[in-house]
């Protein structure tokens, strides 16, 4: 574990403990890596798009800073947790976006590592959510998976360390789950 791995968790478990000294040292430490994960969701979006990359970090902060009863185990778990609120939040976005618009429709995407969010994938997002929710049903290490790696940017090793499985089986699972929502999203 890396020192700055280690400094995150212990930080983590002094917030975990009450000592909210700990926070003003946590930030610094962990922004860059937020702003990074924010500017993966978010690095095809229009100039003007209401949502940059550091609205979505500060955003994401403060629903991170409302979960209290958080037992952090890890700067991996948290990274983690922030990438579900991340996608929450462009999710909600995306939601309001298409109520405003009263947009209807559904296209056929392709689940690719390099899928981003833009204005002309709404319908797009809302659809992988919808089938996301569903896997998770069926599958909730499959669903994991594809949240930390597909919306967290997370490598088959860091995921792997997220959830306490082998990088092997997240690559088998991140392909299973791949082809299951192609189908869903695409009958």
């Given at each position: 574990?890396?020192?700055?791995?280690?400094e995150v968790?212990?930080?983590?478990?002094?917030?975990?403990?009450?000592?909210?000294?700990?926070?003003?040292?946590?930030?610094?430490?962990?922004?860059?890596?937020l702003?990074?994960?924010?500017?993966?969701y978010?690095?095809?979006?229009?100039?003007?798009?209401?949502?940059?990359?550091?609205?979505?970090?500060?955003?994401?902060?403060l629903?991170?800073?409302?979960?209290r009863?958080?037992?952090?185990?890890?700067?991996?778990?948290?990274?983690?947790t922030?990438?579900c609120?991340?996608?929450?939040?462009?999710?909600?976005?995306?939601?309001?976006?298409?109520?405003?618009?009263?947009?209807?429709?559904?296209?056929?995407?392709?689940?690719?590592?390099?899928f981003?969010?833009?204005?002309?994938?709404?319908?797009?997002?809302?659809?992988?959510?919808?089938?996301?929710?569903?896997?998770?049903?069926?599958?909730?290490r499959?669903?994991?998976?594809?949240?930390?790696?597909?919306?967290?940017?997370?490598?088959?090793?860091e995921?792997?360390?997220?959830?306490?499985?082998?990088?092997?089986?997240?690559?088998?699972?991140?392909?299973?789950?791949?082809?299951?929502?192609?189908?869903?999203?695409?009958?």
């Amino acid at each position: 574990m890396s020192s700055e791995q280690g400094e995150v968790t212990r930080l983590l478990n002094d917030l975990r403990s009450g000592k909210r000294e700990a926070e003003a040292t946590l930030i610094p430490i962990v922004y860059k890596e937020l702003r990074r994960l924010a500017a993966h969701y978010l690095r095809a979006e229009r100039p003007d798009h209401t949502l940059q990359p550091t609205a979505l970090v500060h955003e994401a902060y403060l629903r991170l800073t409302k979960i209290r009863e958080v037992d952090w185990q890890s700067r991996s778990h948290f990274f983690a947790t922030a990438a579900c609120v991340m996608r929450r939040i462009l999710v909600d976005h995306a939601r309001r976006r298409r109520a405003n618009k009263r947009e209807g429709f559904r296209d056929a995407i392709g689940l690719e590592e390099d899928f981003v969010v833009s204005p002309s994938r709404t319908s797009e997002l809302l659809a992988l959510d919808d089938a996301l929710d569903k896997l998770a049903k069926l599958n909730v290490r499959q669903s994991k998976i594809v949240e930390l790696r597909f919306f967290g940017g997370m490598s088959e090793a860091e995921t792997g360390s997220v959830l306490g499985i082998s990088a092997r089986t997240v690559k088998r699972d991140w392909r299973m789950a791949r082809a299951w929502l192609h189908n869903e999203m695409n009958c």
